[in-house]
Nanobody
Framework: QVQLVESGGGLVQAGGSLRLSCAAS????????MGWYRQPPEKQRELVAT???????IYADSVKGRFTISTDNAKNTVYLQMNSLKPEDTAVYYC????????WGQGTQVTVSS
């Protein structure tokens, strides 16, 4: 069974930084794509960033230039470095792993105060 465990969320002031981690229970090469989604309060879940096993990345327009997705294959971990955070980045952030099916983590709360 696939397990994804997120960590690194918290409360930060606008302009600050956080790094989210997603540790997978198996090699991330088991998946075609890994990524991060978020769900702001009372809104639908939305794409933040994804990365393929070949290192191809996709970012939401709202985070381009501020967020960076990366992987540590030896640790089976995907990271999301978030800089210049804004109050509108406040959301529950979910890790995704995809291979035939979508596997989700439990989510980690990120709150950005103004």
């Amino acid at each position: 069974q696939v397990q994804l465990v997120e960590s690194g969320g918290g409360l930060v002031q606008a302009g600050g930084s956080l790094r989210l981690s997603c540790a997978a229970s198996r090699s991330i090469f088991s998946y075609n794509t890994m990524g991060w989604y978020r769900q702001p309060p009372e809104k639908q879940r939305e794409l933040v960033a994804t990365i393929t096993t070949r290192g191809r990345t996709i970012y939401a327009d709202s985070v381009k230039g501020r967020f960076t997705i990366s992987t540590d294959n030896a640790k089976n971990t995907v990271y999301l470095q978030m800089n210049s955070l804004k109050p509108e980045d406040t959301a529950v952030y979910y890790c995704l792993a995809h291979r035939n099916f979508d596997y989700w983590g439990q989510g980690t709360q990120v709150t950005v105060s103004s």
